[in-house]
């Protein structure tokens, strides 16, 4: 497996407390493994919600408007992220935040 270095700065009460953990448990051998673990259970986290699932669809959709993208394509994609979260949530989601941007904007004006 190819890695990639990834430089990631803290808080040095962040550190302290991460250093802590790892001391006082050893569940992981050092801060690359629990960083690395921790980006993987919040990146399933993230994928399983519907607020994330609706961003992906718009902006795949957005894709689709400014590339040409063959509808094949668009369709399987678009397949692939509805098993991921169920249609009703995800239609909840977009109207909650398109809801929130209004009210953001009528908020500024």
Known sequence: MKYANVSVK?????DRELEQFLEETGVYTN????????VRRHLIELNDEPAIAALRVEQLL???EQN??????????LDELRQH?????????IEAAR???????VDHA
């Not at 993208?69 to 399987?76: G, Q, R, T, Y």
């Not at 809801?99 to 904007?105: G, H, I, L, V």
Request: charged share 45%; net charge negative.
């Open 10 to 14: 803290f808080p040095e009460e962040l």
């Open 31 to 38: 801060k690359s493994e629990f960083i690395k673990e921790s």
């Open 62 to 64: 957005a894709r689709a």
């Open 68 to 77: 040409s993208v063959s509808d094949d394509e668009l369709h399987a994609r």
């Open 85 to 93: 979260v169920d249609e009703a949530e995800v239609a909840d989601a």
């Open 99 to 105: 809801e929130d941007a209004a009210d953001e904007y």
